[in-house]
């Protein structure tokens, strides 16, 4: 049965559905697809990059087969990618058949709805001197260089956050909340738009992500790292898929299968409590979604 709030959707008008990892976003975007019709176009960070699918959770072919997908596993495993790239690939999209845009990357989502200041890029020199820190030092050192006002905005213990705010710092000699205050308007406005923000209960989700978790391991996740073994380098943005780090550390010998995967599940929990942080404090005009226990 379609429920009420499904319902009363407009097909005509964009759908966002944002949520934490292991929610059922995808199987949402899905119903609101085979409802209402649509484009399923991805904002999550992690599913842009080619060399994982199983372990970031993309879609499958089945289900890529129900309706059409868009920039989904389009940059290579090796490259660079950013919000702003995002929002670059995601322009066109915009304008063609009703997009129902699903992902947990609250910063895909807030630069969307509230406008992307334009940063000048991150020179290479300064991105491997931010990475090597970060893998030798802990966040605080970092921290201690960033301005005030940027403090006060970031997320300070998601190291990707941390890291952005010093690389801009270090490349413009400005701080990341001044860049921020000069935004330009959105691509969409969030009052244009249809955003649902999947709510999930703290212990529901936990049994979610662990059974996920072996799932992905009975499904060829451990193949899936393999093949990534021989170019695998901590500094590239697609090594910080979720579970990858573990497990690579299994495969060269420094811990034993099941250490690998209760670590990646705790890493997972912990990521999920970030999305939620980050989702109360930046999503509030976003209309929740309890989706059903029939999901478990």
Not at 104 to 123: K, N
Not at 237 to 262: F, Q, T, W, Y
Request: glycine fraction near 8%; charge should be neutral; proline fraction near 6%.
């Amino acid at each position: 049965m379609t429920p009420d709030w499904l319902k009363s959707l407009n097909a005509e008008q964009p759908v966002l559905i944002a949520g934490p990892t292991a929610s059922g976003k995808s199987a949402l975007a899905l119903e609101v697809a085979a409802t209402q019709g649509g484009v399923i176009v991805n904002a999550d960070a992690l599913q842009v990059f080619a060399n994982w699918r199983i372990l970031t959770a993309r879609p499958g072919r089945d289900e890529e087969s129900l309706a059409p997908h868009r920039l989904y596993g389009h940059v290579a495993g090796d490259a660079t990618y950013s919000v702003g790239q995002w929002l670059r690939d995601l322009a066109p999209l915009l304008s063609g058949a009703r997009p129902i845009l699903v992902g947990g990357t609250g910063l895909y989502f807030t630069a969307l709805t509230e406008g992307l200041a334009d940063i000048p890029p991150t020179p290479a020199g300064i991105r491997a001197r931010a990475s090597a820190r970060l893998q030798q030092e802990d966040l605080a050192a970092m921290l201690t260089e960033l301005d005030a006002a940027t403090l006060a905005r970031i997320d300070t213990a998601n190291p990707m956050r941390v890291q952005r705010a010093w690389e801009v710092w270090q490349t413009t000699g400005r701080g990341l909340a001044a860049w921020q205050d000069d935004t330009p308007a959105p691509l969409l406005a969030l009052k244009d738009a249809q955003p649902l923000l999947i709510e999930a209960d703290r212990d529901w989700l936990t049994a979610r992500i662990e059974r996920r978790f072996d799932a992905m391991i009975a499904n060829g996740a451990l193949e899936e790292v393999r093949h990534n073994l021989a170019d695998w380098n901590p500094a590239n943005p697609s090594s910080r898929a979720i579970g990858a780090p573990e497990l690579i550390d299994h495969l060269r010998g420094n811990r034993n299968l099941k250490d690998a995967v209760d670590a990646a599940k705790t890493a997972t929990r912990q990521y999920a409590k970030r999305q939620r942080t980050w989702f109360r404090s930046r999503m509030g005009g976003w209309r929740s979604i309890l989706l059903p226990r029939l999901l478990a």
